[in-house]
Each structure stands twice: as structure tokens, then as C-alpha cells.
């Protein structure tokens, strides 16, 4: 990248901690720099208050979420009461899915008090995409990774306590 | 029904040259007549000046025979001149006319021609192969008429002169009109190689320019460029092979006229040695033979334009000449309107191959039915679709509406009844009016002009199909000129109040409002530094950074080095980030600098890189400053704002408005809020001030209290008409997926048609929407129109009356939703799958 000029000091830019998050969230991570600069600069900020949802379950979502400062809750309610999944803070990226085709959202993810996130639609992803063939086999595989590392750490959390889930047990081997 | 008259692409050239400029050519003739009597006028004055008036000394007679001369020959020139204005005439008015009745005839031909015909091969085809064809029809007249005269005059003036040398000098012509086909014909040869070739070319071009992004993908430039060559090679010969036989044609004319006087001076000079011939008769005999040139010359040249024009126009007539599949309007009578009684025979379409896209499909829907096709892509739902809406022809079987064959009916038939939504909408450059209003504008020509809905039922419409929110989205987006709606901006004033009363603390959050003491980061530097609307058009946003007054006023402030760095710096990132991306509007809507401003920008950092801190061009430095005055940090996130600067330039701010109060009162509006601002969308007026978040929900809570103040001061519509207004840009492209196809299914809603036809036409809606056109379908088109409707999503098809599920061009089965689970075949398999 070009320096900046003497009379250009450093100042937080948020373009520039855009690309420092995205550069460390699963999908990005290998990307090149070059490409990696356009999703940092189509992501854009939302800033959210206590208890607005980022999205909700059953919606069809068309966004990922990489979180930049905040906290976030992620929940699962069917017609019971809602439960807590966990929480989601600073550098977690959410819903990368969403980026490659329709998905319809399992769970809801809301704010917990002021939260900053970057968003960053599909369409702009893949007409991003679009402009950096090379980066599809990366991205494919970046998500082949993300879900078997995912089950693995499931599988090992597990332990012998599962009961009767055994036989829905697999996501990786979809 | 009345036989239409010969197609465009079947007349003859011949037919376009008389065909409605009869009095033109009439009037080229009149002067043709006068311009061959003023040709031939010189050669008998000329032999009488050397016969009578030189032989007898007579100077009265020189000067008369003399002044005829002069005559004959500005009379010659004027009516040669008003000739090439009549040719010219003619030939445009053809050429237009030529056009006109081709892209018309175009325009029918069936969809099928043009999947596989390139845009750029119809563009060439009107854009420049009729140019020839249409020059000839200008000429065809005047140019064998006029030059044949001129030829017998002269030659009958010869004869009259000397039989014998007249003879022998025309003896060359018969043999020139031998010899000069001859050559013209391998020429045309070449000519119809060059506009098959130029076609294909054309095409070639205008594919690549559409693939673009993907040879920038694939870094396939060598690759196009080695297929542009060898194509532009090949045009490249066969241009050289048809100019080398033109101008063989020209050479071996000029050889026959060439050796003309040679046979005069051979044949002449013997008899006049001889006494047989006087003088001034040999002169006068050279002279008319020489003559005899110029319009023998024409009348070749003519020659080549006519076979080039009909070659050019027999070539290109050739390639559309394709029969339309239906007959466009009716004629004689009304367009039916039909029962909307569906019923599909035994439909079924075989490709070329033997593929069978439908097979035997059997259908009927009564009046007000609605039916969901459902089944794999490639199960000939589409086509099944296509058929019924006349867009697909089908080669055995019946679709019938209304016991009319949908096969014989013509189009306007067809879109008097029908209304069709597309999978992929198409929406043309225009207003959203012109968009909506498109299909019954296209039906207004022919019923009566009532027939066009009232701004009730587009409103209604809106509504229904949600596409309200973003028509009063477009119009609070819009920046009312001064002058332009007076009375609104007055009113607007008033809900500024209002809302700041009501929401002002409400909205701190997600506005930045124009408040004197603070810098608004979401707008841009000049707006900061300025802070008011210019009132004059040398300080408007786009002329600021080039206005003296202006920079003379960084200049003083020490502001201007400053600003050139802001803008050498954005210019640095934005360039760095966008600078290979194509001209796309989503990856240019956060840039400060457009797409086609880009190379600039790109030359001016090189400019930067090699001067090293020296002088800049004062283009660049003006490029720059203008980059820098246009910086809005809120918006163009590649670069950051230092605070220091923000606090500069707002001190900056209050002494640039002392000053130019004083220098020049009046240019400035400043923001105020007592005024309207001019330079702003009607959204920031209302609020004062800038909207600052991204999030939709946000925003929409903002839109919805600002509907409310709307309402209240009956202004909703009026914003409404503004935003119905809005441009969608080039093929639409200002719109979001959604938005087009809420677009699309409105202007199909809005002909309120008997019968409807829906490609997937709600996919790219989010949930709600598609619920929305869902839930409407069901309470106001059930048993009003009939609804065929193919469907990929399956949560939506359980209150169809008919659900037919498709596999491989056949109906495997149909019948109501609940019927068909129960039965658990095709359907249930599908619904469980999903």
C-alpha cells in the first residue's frame, strides 16, 4: 500500500480497523490484501442499542456481522421460553453463510447495551467476489474448514453426555 | 384480417427511391433540365467566340458571347449546388425512413431471433449499413438523369459538329461499358464478404463489452484482443481486396476517357491539315470532348454507389428477414377482450435436438383460478409460462384463453388481457412513472386514453405492492431547484418545525443536525466551510473549487495547501482501493470519486509520485481541491478527518460568511432555520440536518414520523409525484433487486388484466414483501383474474386453488395443495425436501 503523505498523520480510520477486523475472522483470513481491501471498505457501520436484534429467527438474512466493539446475545426461542446460546463480543464475525446463498436465521442475535458492527450485504459481497475469481476456492474451503473445526470442538466438548442427539449428529459430513 | 403491405426487409431498393419523394425528385429534375442546357450553353459560345467574334474582330460580340459564357457557367454552379442540397434531402429522408421501418420491423420479430443475435449486429446493421443504400436513393435520379442528358447533349452537339470525329471519339464508351462490370462485379463480391464480416465484428465487439467483467476477471485481455485481431485482420483484407478493385474500376475508366482526345487529335488534327475542318470546330470539338468526361465519370461513380448500396442493402435486409410469429394489432377491430378461461391441449415443444421441453401438457383453469407451477428448474415450468403468454411458440397442442387460439391472437390481443411479470424484470431508463405507466401506456395508443389509471389507483397500487415506501424514499431524496415548487418548500419549512418539536431529541442519534458551532461529518468540506446554498451559479458545489473568489479565500486563510493535501490523500486510498473495480454503482456509492473520474485522479497521483513535492499542474491542484471540498468523512470511510482540521475549518466557517456578506451579498443562502435550502434533499430539510445512520430500522422510524407530518399538512402526495419522478438510470440500475420487481409486478397490477402470468416473480423480495404480494393475490385477484404462476418457493403455494407439479416438460400431477399431500406423490416429496 502507498504511505501516506507528511501531512497525513495517522489518524483511526474506520476503513482502516474494518480491514484489521475482517483480516482475522475465518472467511477473510487468507484473502490477499489487495481484495480484502474492497470488503473492508463495502462493510458498513451500524451502531445498535440494548435489546435491537441484528436478526431474528425464521428471517430470511441477506448480512454478516463482524462485531466491533459491544456485546451481543445470540438466542434460540421456539415456543417456549427464550434461551441463551451465548454471547457474542468484539472480533466475533456472524452469520458468513448468509453471504452465499438464502439463509433463513435458526437463531436471533440481539444487542446488549451500545454495540458497533460491520455489516456486509451479500450483494455487494458478491459483486466483490465477482471482481477476484481467485478467492473462490479460498472461500469454499474456508468454510469447509470453519464447519468440520465446528464439529470437531463439538464432538470433543461433548464428551459421553449426549443422550439421544447421536444420530443427528454429522453437519460435517454434509 | 387485411393483408399488411410487403415487409421492410422485402422491398426492393429500388422502391424507397420514388416512395413518398415524388416532388422532390420531381423538382431535381426541373433543375437537371436547366443545369444540362447551362453544360452544353459554353461549347457553342466558345466556337463563336473564335469563329465570329475573334475571326471578325467584333468586340461588341466578344463581350456578349462572353457574358453568355459567364452565365451558363454560374447557372451551372448554382443548379449543381441546389442538386447536391436535393440529393441530400433525399437521401437523409430515406435513410430515416429506412431506419424507422426496420427497427419497427425489428421490434417484431420473435424472441427467439434474438437469443441468437448479438445487440451489436442490429446496431451496425441500422446504425451504418443503411448509409449506403439510402446515399444511392438520393442520387438515383438526379445523378443517371442529369449525366445521361449531358452525355447525348454533348454527343448529339458532336455529331452536330462532325459526325465522323464524333463517332470515333465515342467509339471508346461501348467498349468501357464492357469492361467495367466486369471488375465491378468481383468488387461486389468483396462488398458482401465486408457486411457479413463487419456484422459479425460488430457483434464480436459489442459481447465483449457486455463479458467485461469477466476478461477483467480472468486477466483475458490477450485473449480478446488475439480474437478482436484476427477478426479485424480478416476486415482488413477484404477491405484492401474491395478498395483495390474500386479503384481498378476508376483506372480503367480513366484509361478509356485518357485515350478520348488522343483518337481527336489523331483523327481531328488530319482533317483539319486537310482543310476538311475549321479551327474553332476542332477546339470546340476538343473542348465537348473533354466535357464529355466529367459526367461520364459521374455516372460511373454512380454505378459503384448503386452496387455498393445493393449489395450493403440486399445483405442486410437478408439477415431480418424473418417472419414475425403474430400479427402486432388487430387492425380493423378492437382488441378482444377475453374470457379468461385457460385451457392448455396436448402442448408440447420439441428442441432441435429432440428435447422434449414440454410434452404433452393438459390444463384448464376457469376464470379466476389461480394455479402454482412447481417442479426442478429444467422442468419446463417457464416455458409451460411462456406459452401461455404468447412468448414461446409451441409446435403441437393448443393453449386456448377464452376459446381463442393464444397462437393466432395478435399482440395487442394478447396484452390486453395479459399481464406478465418476468423472472429477471427489465426496467428501462426513465422516470418510475414512465415505468409504471409503461404497459398501459403501450394499451392507451390503442383504447381510448381513459384507459390510463388515475394517481388514485398508482397510489393504491403503490401501496399494495409496497413499492410506496421507496417512491416517497425517491421523492425525500430529491433537491427541489429554487423556484421550482415554491409553495412546498414553505410548507416543508413548516414540518421542519414541527418535527423538531415532536422528535428533535428523539432523533440525536441518528441525525446530525446543521447546527452552527458543530462540523458535520456528513457533509462534505465545502458544505462545512460554506454552510448555505449558493444563489449564484459560479459558487454551486460543482463550480466552487474552480471559483476565484473562493480560493483566494483559502489562499488568505492558509487553508488551500491543506485542502490539497486532504484531497492528494483521499485520492491516494480511493484509488488504492477502487482503482481496478469496474464502474459499478455498489462500489462507487461510498467513493468520492466516480468511476469515470477515476483515470484522472490516477494521473494526478502520478503526477504527485514524480514531482516530489514540487509544483503541481494547476489542472491537478484543481482536481485535487475539488476532491477535498467534495471530502465527507461520514461517507468516505477510506480516509479519516483529523479534529484539528474539523476545528480550522469552523472557525473558517464564520469568517468566510463575514466576508462574503460583505463582498457579495446574496450569493449565499446560509443555513438557517427559518429558510429553505435549495442545496439540499427534502429529507434534510425536514430534519435540518443529515441522516447519520446506515441501519434500515432506523431509518424507516425516522420516514414513518415524517409520513405522519406529511399527512398531517397534506403533502404526501405532492412528495409522492416528486418521487415518481425519480430517474432509475440506465436499465434501471439506480434500483435495488427489489425494488424492480416490486416495479414490475405493480405495472402488471396497475393494467388490471384478466389474466395474469407470474415468473418467480417475487424471489428477490425479502420475506415481507413477498408475503405482501402473496396476501394480495389471494384477497384481490382471486376470482377477479386468472393466475398462473410459477413457483420455486413452496411456503407459498397452499392457497392456490391448483398446485401442477412439472418433471421433465409433463404435469406428473395437480389438484389442490391439501389434495395432493395427502396423496403423498410428487409434491408431498418436493414440500418435505425443501
Given at each position: 500500500?502507498?504511505?501516506?503523505?507528511?501531512?497525513?498523520?495517522?489518524?483511526?480510520?474506520?476503513?482502516?480497523?474494518?480491514?484489521?477486523?475482517?483480516?482475522?475472522?475465518?472467511?477473510?483470513?487468507?484473502?490477499?490484501?489487495?481484495?480484502?481491501?474492497?470488503?473492508?471498505?463495502?462493510?458498513?457501520?451500524?451502531?445498535?442499542?440494548?435489546?435491537?436484534?441484528?436478526?431474528?429467527?425464521?428471517?430470511?438474512?441477506?448480512?454478516?456481522?463482524?462485531?466491533?466493539?459491544?456485546?451481543?446475545?445470540?438466542?434460540?426461542?421456539?415456543?417456549?421460553?427464550?434461551?441463551?446460546?451465548?454471547?457474542?463480543?468484539?472480533?466475533?464475525?456472524?452469520?458468513?453463510?448468509?453471504?452465499?446463498?438464502?439463509?433463513?436465521?435458526?437463531?436471533?442475535?440481539?444487542?446488549?447495551?451500545?454495540?458497533?458492527?460491520?455489516?456486509?450485504?451479500?450483494?455487494?459481497?458478491?459483486?466483490?467476489?465477482?471482481?477476484?475469481?481467485?478467492?473462490?476456492?479460498?472461500?469454499?474451503?474456508?468454510?469447509?474448514?470453519?464447519?468440520?473445526?465446528?464439529?470437531?470442538?463439538?464432538?470433543?466438548?461433548?464428551?459421553?453426555?449426549?443422550?439421544?442427539?447421536?444420530?443427528?449428529?454429522?453437519?460435517?459430513?454434509? | 384480417?387485411?393483408?399488411?403491405?410487403?415487409?421492410?426487409?422485402?422491398?426492393?431498393?429500388?422502391?424507397?427511391?420514388?416512395?413518398?419523394?415524388?416532388?422532390?425528385?420531381?423538382?431535381?429534375?426541373?433543375?437537371?433540365?436547366?443545369?444540362v442546357?447551362a453544360r452544353v450553353l459554353p461549347l457553342e459560345?466558345q466556337?463563336?467566340?473564335?469563329?465570329?467574334?475573334?475571326?471578325?474582330?467584333?468586340?461588341?460580340?466578344?463581350?456578349?458571347?462572353?457574358?453568355?459564357?459567364?452565365?451558363a457557367v454560374?447557372?451551372a454552379?448554382?443548379?449543381?449546388?441546389?442538386?447536391?442540397?436535393?440529393?441530400?434531402?433525399?437521401?437523409?429522408?430515406?435513410?430515416?425512413?429506412?431506419?424507422?421501418?426496420?427497427?419497427?420491423?425489428?421490434?417484431?420479430?420473435?424472441?427467439?431471433?434474438?437469443?441468437?443475435?448479438?445487440?451489436?449486429?442490429?446496431?451496425?446493421?441500422?446504425?451504418?449499413?443503411?448509409?449506403?443504400?439510402?446515399?444511392?436513393?438520393?442520387?438515383?435520379?438526379?445523378?443517371?438523369?442529369?449525366n445521361?442528358?449531358t452525355l447525348?447533349a454533348f454527343a448529339?452537339y458532336l455529331?452536330?459538329?462532325?459526325?465522323?470525329?464524333?463517332?470515333?471519339s465515342?467509339?471508346?464508351?461501348?467498349?468501357?461499358?464492357?469492361?467495367?462490370?466486369?471488375?465491378?462485379?468481383?468488387?461486389?463480391?468483396?462488398?458482401?464478404?465486408?457486411?457479413?464480416?463487419?456484422?459479425?465484428?460488430?457483434?464480436?465487439?459489442?459481447?465483449?463489452?457486455?463479458?467485461?467483467?469477466?476478461?477483467?476477471?480472468?486477466?483475458?485481455?490477450?485473449?480478446?484482443?488475439?480474437?478482436?485481431?484476427?477478426?479485424?485482420?480478416?476486415?482488413?483484407?477484404?477491405?484492401?481486396?474491395?478498395?483495390?478493385?474500386?479503384?481498378?474500376?476508376?483506372?480503367?475508366?480513366?484509361?478509356?476517357t485518357?485515350?478520348g482526345p488522343?483518337?481527336v487529335?489523331?483523327?481531328?488534327?488530319?482533317?483539319?491539315?486537310?482543310?476538311?475542318?475549321?479551327?474553332?470546330?476542332?477546339?470546340a470539338f476538343l473542348s465537348a470532348q473533354e466535357k464529355l468526361y466529367d459526367p461520364w465519370k459521374e455516372?460511373?461513380?454512380?454505378?459503384?454507389?448503386?452496387?455498393?448500396?445493393?449489395?450493403?442493402?440486399?445483405?442486410?435486409?437478408?439477415?431480418?428477414?424473418?417472419?414475425?410469429?403474430?400479427?402486432?394489432?388487430?387492425?380493423?377491430?378492437?382488441?378482444?377482450?377475453?374470457?379468461?378461461?385457460?385451457?392448455?391441449?396436448?402442448?408440447?415443444?420439441?428442441?432441435?435436438?429432440?428435447?422434449?421441453?414440454?410434452?404433452?401438457?393438459?390444463?384448464?383453469?376457469?376464470?379466476?383460478?389461480?394455479?402454482?407451477?412447481?417442479?426442478?428448474?429444467?422442468?419446463?415450468?417457464?416455458?409451460?409460462?411462456?406459452?401461455?403468454?404468447?412468448?414461446?411458440?409451441?409446435?403441437?397442442?393448443?393453449?386456448?384463453?377464452?376459446?381463442?387460439?393464444?397462437?393466432?391472437?395478435?399482440?395487442?390481443?394478447?396484452?390486453?388481457?395479459?399481464?406478465?411479470?418476468?423472472?429477471?424484470?427489465?426496467?428501462?431508463?426513465?422516470?418510475?412513472?414512465?415505468?409504471?405507466?409503461?404497459?398501459?401506456?403501450?394499451?392507451?395508443?390503442?383504447?381510448?386514453?381513459?384507459?390510463?389509471?388515475?394517481?388514485?389507483?398508482?397510489?393504491?397500487?403503490?401501496?399494495?405492492?409496497?413499492?410506496?415506501?421507496?417512491?416517497?424514499?425517491?421523492?425525500?431524496?430529491?433537491?427541489?431547484?429554487?423556484?421550482?415548487?415554491?409553495?412546498?418548500?414553505?410548507?416543508?419549512?413548516?414540518?421542519?418545525?414541527?418535527?423538531?418539536?415532536?422528535?428533535?431529541?428523539?432523533?440525536?442519534?441518528?441525525?446530525?443536525?446543521?447546527?452552527?458551532?458543530?462540523?458535520?461529518?456528513?457533509?462534505?468540506?465545502?458544505?462545512?466551510?460554506?454552510?448555505?446554498?449558493?444563489?449564484?451559479?459560479?459558487?454551486?458545489?460543482?463550480?466552487?473549487?474552480?471559483?476565484?473568489?473562493?480560493?483566494?479565500?483559502?489562499?488568505?486563510?492558509?487553508?488551500?495547501?491543506?485542502?490539497?493535501?486532504?484531497?492528494?490523500?483521499?485520492?491516494?486510498?480511493?484509488?488504492?482501493?477502487?482503482?481496478?473495480?469496474?464502474?459499478?454503482?455498489?462500489?462507487?456509492?461510498?467513493?468520492?470519486?466516480?468511476?469515470?473520474?477515476?483515470?484522472?485522479?490516477?494521473?494526478?497521483?502520478?503526477?504527485?509520485?514524480?514531482?516530489?513535492?514540487?509544483?503541481?499542474?494547476?489542472?491537478?491542484?484543481?482536481?485535487?481541491?475539488?476532491?477535498?471540498?467534495?471530502?465527507?468523512?461520514?461517507?468516505?470511510?477510506?480516509?479519516?478527518?483529523?479534529?484539528?482540521?474539523?476545528?480550522?475549518?469552523?472557525?473558517?466557517?464564520?469568517?468566510?460568511?463575514?466576508?462574503?456578506?460583505?463582498?457579495?451579498?446574496?450569493?449565499?443562502?446560509?443555513?438557517?432555520?427559518?429558510?429553505?435550502?435549495?442545496?439540499?434533499?427534502?429529507?434534510?430539510?425536514?430534519?435540518?440536518?443529515?441522516?447519520?445512520?446506515?441501519?434500515?430500522?432506523?431509518?424507516?422510524?425516522?420516514?414513518?414520523?415524517?409520513?405522519?407530518?406529511?399527512?398531517?399538512?397534506?403533502?404526501?402526495?405532492?412528495?409522492?409525484?416528486?418521487?415518481?419522478?425519480?430517474?432509475?438510470?440506465?436499465?434501471?440500475?439506480?434500483?435495488?433487486?427489489?425494488?424492480?420487481?416490486?416495479?414490475?409486478?405493480?405495472?402488471?397490477?396497475?393494467?388490471?388484466?384478466?389474466?395474469?402470468?407470474?415468473?418467480?416473480?417475487?424471489?428477490?423480495?425479502?420475506?415481507?414483501?413477498?408475503?405482501?404480494?402473496?396476501?394480495?393475490?389471494?384477497?384481490?385477484?382471486?376470482?377477479?383474474?386468472?393466475?398462473?404462476?410459477?413457483?420455486?418457493?413452496?411456503?407459498?403455494?397452499?392457497?392456490?386453488?391448483?398446485?401442477?407439479?412439472?418433471?421433465?416438460?409433463?404435469?406428473?400431477?395437480?389438484?389442490?395443495?391439501?389434495?395432493?399431500?395427502?396423496?403423498?406423490?410428487?409434491?408431498?416429496?418436493?414440500?418435505?425436501?425443501?
Amino acid at each position: 500500500m502507498s504511505s501516506l503523505g507528511k501531512n497525513s498523520p495517522e489518524v483511526p480510520c474506520e476503513f482502516k480497523e474494518n480491514l484489521d477486523l475482517l483480516r482475522q475472522t475465518y472467511l477473510f483470513s487468507g484473502f490477499p490484501l489487495e481484495s480484502l481491501k474492497v470488503f473492508a471498505y463495502l462493510g458498513t457501520r451500524e451502531k445498535l442499542h440494548d435489546g435491537d436484534y441484528l436478526f431474528r429467527q425464521g428471517e430470511d438474512d441477506d448480512q454478516a456481522y463482524c462485531i466491533v466493539s459491544g456485546k451481543a446475545r445470540l438466542e434460540l426461542g421456539d415456543n417456549g421460553p427464550v434461551r441463551l446460546i451465548r454471547e457474542v463480543g468484539p472480533g466475533d464475525f456472524i452469520g458468513g453463510l448468509a453471504l452465499l446463498g438464502d439463509a433463513r436465521r435458526l437463531y436471533s442475535l440481539r444487542a446488549i447495551g451500545e454495540m458497533v458492527c460491520i455489516v456486509l450485504k451479500r450483494e455487494k459481497f458478491s459483486k466483490a467476489v465477482q471482481q477476484f475469481p481467485d478467492q473462490m476456492p479460498r472461500i469454499f474451503r474456508a468454510v469447509v474448514e470453519a464447519v468440520i473445526d465446528w464439529e470437531g470442538r463439538f464432538l470433543v466438548a461433548l464428551g459421553a453426555d449426549c443422550g439421544g442427539c447421536l444420530p443427528r449428529l454429522g453437519v460435517s459430513l454434509l | 384480417m387485411e393483408k399488411a403491405k410487403q415487409p421492410i426487409v422485402r422491398r426492393s431498393l429500388f422502391s424507397w427511391v420514388l416512395d413518398g419523394n415524388l416532388g422532390w425528385q420531381l423538382s431535381l429534375l426541373a433543375v437537371i433540365a436547366v443545369v444540362v442546357f447551362a453544360r452544353v450553353l459554353p461549347l457553342e459560345m466558345q466556337k463563336r467566340i473564335v469563329n465570329q467574334a475573334i475571326t471578325l474582330r467584333d468586340l461588341d460580340l466578344l463581350l456578349l458571347y462572353c457574358g453568355f459564357y459567364l452565365a451558363a457557367v454560374l447557372l451551372a454552379n448554382a443548379c449543381k449546388y441546389a442538386i447536391n442540397i436535393l440529393e441530400t434531402l433525399i437521401a437523409q429522408r430515406v435513410l430515416k425512413r429506412m431506419r424507422s421501418a426496420l427497427y419497427d420491423h425489428i421490434l417484431s420479430l420473435p424472441l427467439s431471433f434474438f437469443r441468437n443475435t448479438q445487440p451489436g449486429t442490429v446496431v451496425n446493421s441500422i446504425a451504418i449499413e443503411l448509409v449506403a443504400p439510402s446515399n444511392f436513393a438520393g442520387s438515383a435520379v438526379s445523378t443517371p438523369v442529369a449525366n445521361i442528358l449531358t452525355l447525348l447533349a454533348f454527343a448529339g452537339y458532336l455529331f452536330w459538329l462532325n459526325p465522323l470525329l464524333a463517332a470515333v471519339s465515342l467509339s471508346i464508351y461501348p467498349v468501357a461499358m464492357i469492361a467495367i462490370p466486369l471488375l465491378q462485379r468481383r468488387a461486389n463480391i468483396a462488398n458482401q464478404k465486408r457486411v457479413d464480416l463487419s456484422r459479425t465484428f460488430a457483434g464480436r465487439i459489442a459481447e465483449s463489452i457486455g463479458g467485461m467483467h469477466e476478461i477483467h476477471g480472468h486477466a483475458a485481455h490477450r485473449i480478446e484482443r488475439r480474437k478482436f485481431d484476427r477478426l479485424a485482420e480478416e476486415l482488413k483484407k477484404i477491405r484492401i481486396v474491395w478498395s483495390l478493385y474500386r479503384f481498378a474500376v476508376k483506372t480503367t475508366n480513366n484509361l478509356f476517357t485518357g485515350l478520348g482526345p488522343f483518337l481527336v487529335f489523331l483523327m481531328g488534327g488530319y482533317l483539319t491539315i486537310r482543310g476538311e475542318l475549321e479551327l474553332g470546330a476542332l477546339v470546340a470539338f476538343l473542348s465537348a470532348q473533354e466535357k464529355l468526361y466529367d459526367p461520364w465519370k459521374e455516372l460511373i461513380e454512380f454505378y459503384q454507389v448503386y452496387q455498393d448500396g445493393a449489395v450493403t442493402y440486399r445483405r442486410t435486409m437478408e439477415f431480418f428477414d424473418v417472419e414475425p410469429e403474430h400479427e402486432r394489432e388487430p387492425g380493423d377491430r378492437a382488441p378482444l377482450a377475453l374470457d379468461a378461461h385457460l385451457e392448455v391441449k396436448h402442448l408440447s415443444i420439441a428442441t432441435g435436438s429432440g428435447i422434449r421441453l414440454l410434452d404433452d401438457v393438459n390444463l384448464e383453469l376457469k376464470p379466476g383460478e389461480h394455479l402454482a407451477l412447481v417442479g426442478f428448474s429444467g422442468s419446463g415450468k417457464s416455458t409451460l409460462a411462456l406459452c401461455i403468454g404468447q412468448l414461446a411458440s409451441y409446435g403441437e397442442g393448443q393453449v386456448m384463453i377464452g376459446s381463442q387460439e393464444v397462437a393466432r391472437l395478435t399482440k395487442q390481443d394478447i396484452a390486453a388481457n395479459v399481464g406478465i411479470v418476468f423472472q429477471s424484470p427489465f426496467i428501462f431508463e426513465g422516470s418510475i412513472a414512465e415505468n409504471l405507466l409503461y404497459a398501459c401506456d403501450a394499451l392507451a395508443d390503442e383504447r381510448a386514453p381513459t384507459a390510463r389509471p388515475s394517481l388514485d389507483d398508482i397510489i393504491a397500487v403503490l401501496h399494495q405492492t409496497g413499492l410506496f415506501a421507496d417512491v416517497l424514499k425517491f421523492g425525500l431524496n430529491t433537491v427541489l431547484r429554487a423556484g421550482t415548487h415554491p409553495e412546498l418548500a414553505r410548507a416543508i419549512i413548516r414540518v421542519r418545525h414541527k418535527f423538531q418539536e415532536r422528535y428533535g431529541g428523539k432523533f440525536r442519534d441518528a441525525v446530525e443536525f446543521f447546527e452552527e458551532s458543530s462540523y458535520l461529518v456528513y457533509s462534505s468540506v465545502a458544505d462545512n466551510l460554506i454552510f448555505g446554498a449558493a444563489n449564484r451559479e459560479e459558487f454551486t458545489p460543482a463550480r466552487i473549487s474552480r471559483n476565484d473568489y473562493f480560493i483566494a479565500f483559502l489562499n488568505k486563510e492558509g487553508l488551500h495547501q491543506t485542502l490539497l493535501d486532504i484531497g492528494a490523500n483521499l485520492a491516494r486510498q480511493t484509488v488504492d482501493i477502487l482503482g481496478n473495480l469496474p464502474p459499478d454503482a455498489v462500489f462507487f456509492e461510498q467513493s468520492p470519486i466516480a468511476a469515470e473520474d477515476l483515470p484522472r485522479y490516477k494521473s494526478v497521483l502520478e503526477q504527485l509520485r514524480r514531482r516530489k513535492g514540487g509544483e503541481l499542474s494547476p489542472q491537478a491542484s484543481s482536481s485535487l481541491l475539488d476532491l477535498a471540498l467534495r471530502f465527507t468523512p461520514g461517507v468516505h470511510k477510506m480516509a479519516a478527518m483529523e479534529p484539528e482540521v474539523q476545528r480550522i475549518l469552523l472557525e473558517k466557517r464564520i469568517r468566510f460568511r463575514a466576508e462574503v456578506s460583505e463582498d457579495i451579498p446574496g450569493a449565499f443562502t446560509f443555513y438557517n432555520a427559518q429558510e429553505y435550502i435549495h442545496s439540499q434533499t427534502i429529507l434534510n430539510n425536514i430534519v435540518f440536518g443529515n441522516l447519520t445512520t446506515a441501519s434500515t430500522q432506523a431509518q424507516d422510524l425516522i420516514t414513518q414520523n415524517i409520513i405522519q407530518l406529511l399527512i398531517e399538512r397534506d403533502l404526501l402526495e405532492t412528495v409522492i409525484d416528486i418521487g415518481m419522478n425519480y430517474n432509475v438510470g440506465p436499465q434501471g440500475e439506480k434500483l435495488s433487486g427489489g425494488q424492480r420487481q416490486k416495479l414490475v409486478i405493480a405495472r402488471a397490477f396497475l393494467k388490471s388484466p384478466r389474466m395474469l402470468i407470474m415468473d418467480e416473480a417475487t424471489s428477490a423480495l425479502d420475506n415481507r414483501s413477498q408475503a405482501r404480494i402473496q396476501n394480495l393475490l389471494e384477497t384481490r385477484w382471486k376470482r377477479r383474474s386468472t393466475l398462473v404462476a410459477v413457483v420455486h418457493r413452496l411456503d407459498i403455494i397452499r392457497n392456490f386453488d391448483k398446485i401442477a407439479v412439472m418433471k421433465a416438460g409433463k404435469i406428473i400431477e395437480s389438484g389442490p395443495y391439501a389434495e395432493l399431500i395427502d396423496r403423498k406423490g410428487a409434491l408431498y416429496e418436493l414440500v418435505g425436501k425443501k
